[in-house]
């Protein structure tokens, strides 16, 4: 059996410290994939603009429990400025 790689957004391609992440928790990894690619773009570049490793590991946390709990998008951010 072929296993499906997990998506990427529009732009940015998904890092793979968050790919681990979501492979851990199968909610947020099936909430990640019924994501639009858009949405998905918006997680990955939120993440990859933290400037420090403490930040960006906090970040993809929050990305794994917000979308296991139904979160779409990131809260609370401009967005991603490379659409």
Do not use: F, Q, Y
């Amino acid at each position: 059996m072929i296993k499906k790689g997990i998506s990427n957004g529009v732009v940015h391609k998904t890092p793979t410290d968050l790919k681990m992440s979501l492979a851990s928790n199968s909610l947020a990894l099936l909430a990640w994939e019924n994501i639009t690619p858009l949405a998905r773009n918006e997680w990955i570049c939120w993440i990859e603009s933290a400037k420090k490793s403490e930040t960006r590991s906090h970040r993809i946390e929050r990305a794994r429990t917000g979308l296991s709990e139904g979160k779409r998008r990131p809260c609370c951010w401009a967005g991603c400025p490379h659409r």
